[in-house]
């Protein structure tokens, strides 16, 4: 009964803000978060209005190269928000309502009344309006200082193989990675000379290279009076600053090192970054923002918007749940974000979350969305870390498989503000060892920049095959990949060494071939579905060579039989028509 009531009430105080030549769609186009606000009688209602239009990205598949994909991106995304925005900035400005603009996804951030809201949701081109509430970082836990010495190379590092990568001479030249997160302190010695507007140890130009998304003190902090001052850095600050520790950590594990700490997957690549919480409150719009900016990074003033300057991979470790707007009636905002700005180039790598064991516990966005990258949590014995979100993903119907992949995330030791380090545990440290690896690869391969579908490949196909006895979905744990490892555990490497063979005008099999099991004694199965013709398969070892060369005829499982080789890695390569696949398997 109580329900109802409430449906009965709600729909009665909406009618009072509409017009008689409203229908019920207007009110359908608000999002019960945001109509809850209005029945409360919220005066200064903070939204984000959704257009039908959004920009049709399918021809940056065909672009060869980051910066080409990347420019044609930007031009496509922002023409569609300029020929439909139009109408509502004209409105917005008649009723000198604050307002901001975003083309990443084709929408707009407001503040205002419920007659505003209502007279917005009218516009023809209008497909939602969400409420912008603001979100609560789940902090990672923090242990005791790592008693490590300074000279040695973090667990996590060793455990995917990046400091044998090193040896190879990689080490992530050449790449920029990024970050949104709670802001980062660029002075920190094991940061700083890697800030890519670093100039010397007293200076650095932080044009295209720092942007701010907090713009306000965010109410839920509970301050007693709202003052810029509340915050220890301030509100859009024109430096890297960092108010929760949270992203300084997180740079730390992607490009951490200072001669002494060895912190870093990818010591030598650049970094670049975004706030995006205020003191660990963020909201959908400075998420936006924030993905907005590192597609195609721009200056101080916030223009001149440059995708060339974007970075090639960059970390997520913030979920947006129910309680910040986000659920199934409007998951596709974000998710369009996501797609256009994997679209430009960029590998959006993203935490699963941290409320395993269970499974279907990958419940928000950006982890549950098809093209993002997203990462579980290993610990140090190698099985999967116990607050380790599972998938599959229930909340939007689709039963997808996540994570993607795992990587380290339990006790992880990284830098935090003030010069200092700290240990932490979350999903939020294994993403960023991601980051990381995808740096090493293109510092490897650059020619593989931009093309983030074989990147992913690459990280799959040369994981390390973890398997488990929890059963998620209808997806067996005993099955790679599965819902609780993903692919497996990520393998420096390994990705590396597969990356060394990788051309980026390979055309991917559209459904990968099941090679198992992996490890393998003596024969290895192919299962080809409904692949049809002639299929060719090579095998090298760990040093490239050559092992073995066939062929498989029609469709079905084949087997081979490889009692004739030596234990350890070793790689394959598929190849039907223009269609390629390659991957990692070991012989035991």
């Known amino acids: 009964?109580?329900?109802?009531?409430?449906?009965?009430?709600?729909?009665?105080?909406?009618?009072?803000?509409?017009?008689?030549?409203?229908?019920?769609?207007?009110?359908?186009?608000?999002?019960?978060?945001?109509?809850?606000?209005?029945?409360?009688?919220?005066?200064?209602?903070?939204?984000?209005?959704?257009?039908?239009?959004?920009?049709?990205?399918?021809?940056?598949?065909?672009?060869?190269?980051?910066?080409?994909?990347?420019?044609?991106?930007?031009s496509e995304l922002q023409a569609t928000a300029t020929q439909t925005q139009a109408a509502l900035v004209d409105y917005l400005n008649q009723e000198s309502m604050p307002y901001q603009t975003f083309y990443v996804v084709n929408a707009i951030k407001a503040i205002g009344n419920a007659d505003q809201l209502m007279s917005i949701a009218q516009f023809p081109m209008v497909k939602k309006i969400i409420a912008n509430s603001p979100y609560r970082l789940e902090d990672p836990t923090e242990i005791a200082t790592s008693q490590l010495t300074p000279t040695e190379i973090e667990w996590g590092i060793q455990m995917i193989g990046a400091d044998q990568v090193w040896e190879m001479g990689y080490t992530g030249q050449g790449t920029v990675i990024g970050g949104q997160d709670t802001g980062y302190d660029w002075s920190h010695p094991a940061l700083q000379t890697k800030y890519r507007g670093y100039v010397d140890a007293d200076s650095a130009d932080h044009n295209f290279n720092w942007h701010d998304a907090i713009h306000s003190i965010n109410p839920l902090n509970g301050d007693t009076t709202s003052?810029?001052?509340?915050?220890?850095?301030?509100?859009?600050?024109?430096?890297?600053?960092?108010?929760?520790?949270?992203?300084?950590?997180?740079?730390?594990?992607?490009?951490?090192?200072?001669?002494?700490?060895?912190?870093?997957?990818?010591?030598?690549?650049?970094?670049?970054?975004?706030?995006?919480?205020?003191?660990?409150?963020?909201?959908?719009?400075?998420?936006?923002?924030?993905?907005?900016?590192?597609?195609?990074?721009?200056?101080?003033?916030?223009?001149?918007?440059?995708?060339?300057?974007?970075?090639?991979?960059?970390?997520?470790?913030?979920?947006?749940?129910?309680?910040?707007?986000?659920?199934?009636?409007?998951?596709s905002i974000m998710e369009t974000v996501v797609n256009n700005v994997k679209a430009s180039g960029?590998?959006?790598?993203?935490?699963?979350?941290?409320?395993?064991?269970?499974?279907?516990?990958?419940?928000?966005?950006?982890?549950?969305?098809?093209?993002?990258?997203?990462?579980?949590?290993?610990?140090?014995?190698?099985?999967?870390?116990?607050?380790?979100?599972?998938?599959?993903?229930?909340?939007?119907?689709?039963?997808?498989?996540?994570?993607?992949?795992?990587?380290?995330?339990?006790?992880?030791?990284?830098?935090?503000?003030?010069?200092?380090?700290?240990?932490?545990?979350?999903?939020?440290?294994?993403?960023?060892?991601?980051?990381?690896?995808?740096?090493?690869?293109?510092?490897?391969?650059?020619?593989l920049a931009g093309h983030v579908d074989q990147i992913e490949e690459i990280i799959k196909q040369s994981a390390v095959a973890k398997m488990t006895d929890q059963d998620c979905g209808n997806t067996p744990g005993t099955a790679v990949p599965n819902n609780t490892y993903g692919h497996g555990r990520i393998d420096a490497l390994a990705a590396v060494q597969l990356a060394l063979m990788t051309t980026p005008t390979e055309e991917l099999f559209s459904s990968p071939i099941n090679v198992y099991p992996n490890p393998f004694t003596n024969e290895l199965h192919f299962d080809l579905g409904e692949i049809t013709g002639r299929t060719s398969v090579e095998l090298f070892n760990a040093t490239g060579q050559l092992t073995l060369k066939s062929a498989f005829e029609g469709t079905g499982i084949h087997q081979l039989n490889l009692s004739n080789l030596s234990t350890g890695i070793y790689f394959y390569h598929l190849e039907n028509g223009n269609r390629v696949m390659r991957g990692k398997v070991v012989r035991k």
């Open 1 to 74: 009964m109580r329900k109802i009531l409430f449906i009965y009430f709600l729909s009665i105080s909406l009618f009072n803000h509409l017009s008689a030549q409203n229908t019920s769609n207007e009110t359908e186009k608000i999002s019960p978060a945001l109509s809850t606000q209005v029945v409360n009688g919220t005066t200064n209602l903070d939204f984000i209005i959704i257009l039908n239009n959004q920009a049709d990205l399918s021809a940056a598949a065909t672009k060869t190269d980051k910066v080409s994909k990347g420019t044609y991106v930007l």
């Open 227 to 331: 003052s810029a001052t509340n915050n220890p850095c301030g509100l859009d600050v024109t430096e890297p600053c960092d108010d929760r520790r949270h992203g300084t950590h997180t740079m730390g594990t992607m490009v951490g090192s200072d001669g002494e700490n060895e912190v870093g997957v990818a010591p030598d690549a650049k970094w670049i970054g975004c706030r995006n919480m205020e003191r660990g409150w963020g909201s959908p719009a400075s998420y936006i923002e924030c993905f907005e900016w590192l597609m195609a990074p721009t200056d101080l003033n916030n223009e001149n918007p440059n995708p060339a300057l974007a970075p090639h991979a960059f970390a997520n470790s913030w979920g947006c749940p129910p309680v910040e707007g986000c659920d199934a009636s409007n998951f």
């Open 346 to 447: 960029v590998v959006v790598v993203v935490s699963a979350g941290n409320s395993g064991p269970e499974c279907s516990t990958v419940t928000n966005p950006a982890a549950i969305f098809e093209n993002s990258f997203t990462v579980g949590s290993t610990r140090s014995n190698d099985t999967i870390s116990g607050f380790s979100s599972r998938g599959p993903v229930l909340v939007d119907g689709s039963m997808r498989m996540k994570p993607d992949i795992s990587a380290p995330g339990s006790q992880v030791r990284s830098t935090t503000p003030d010069n200092q380090y700290a240990v932490f545990s979350g999903t939020s440290m294994a993403g960023p060892h991601v980051v990381g690896v995808v740096a090493l690869i293109i510092s490897a391969n650059p020619s």
